[in-house]
Nanobody, 125 residues
Framework: QVQLVESGGGLVQAGGSLRLSCAASGRTFSNYAMGWFRQAPGKEREFVAHISRGGGSTYYADSVKGRFTISRDNAKNTVYLQMNSLKPEDTAVYYC??????????????????WGQGTQVTVSS
């Protein structure tokens, strides 16, 4: 079991940067692959980025590749999403998610076991 709490969202101008954090409770954080998803008004939740349990493998949606970086610090039970060169279309509620003991890339909402409450990111033009 793990509880996830996102933070770091806010309002930023196009071209700017934000760093999101997701703090996880529990003592088994390293057992979970982590993902970031986002959901814009009127749209379904979509995959953004994934990181493996040890942090050695990452994968990104084409829409954010080259601009966003996912990372994790297992000693701090925290996963991060560094977002650079933000665009208005990045505006959404961003969620972190955890999947227990997954050695394989997962990009579907249904593939994850635990979810945070979300943090709003708004990018103005």
């Amino acid at each position: 079991q793990v509880q996830l709490v996102e933070s770091g969202g806010g309002l930023v101008q196009a071209g700017g940067s934000l760093r999101l954090s997701c703090a996880a409770s529990g003592r088994t954080f390293s057992n979970y692959a982590m993902g970031w998803f986002r959901q814009a008004p009127g749209k379904e939740r979509e995959f953004v980025a994934h990181i493996s349990r040890g942090g050695g493998s990452t994968y990104y949606a084409d829409s954010v590749k080259g601009r966003f970086t996912i990372s994790r610090d297992n000693a701090k039970n925290t996963v991060y999403l560094q977002m650079n060169s933000l665009k208005p279309e990045d505006t959404a509620v961003y969620y972190c998610a955890a999947r227990y003991l997954s050695p394989v890339l997962r990009v579907g909402v249904a593939d994850y076991d635990y979810w945070g409450q979300g943090t709003q990111v708004t990018v103005s033009s």
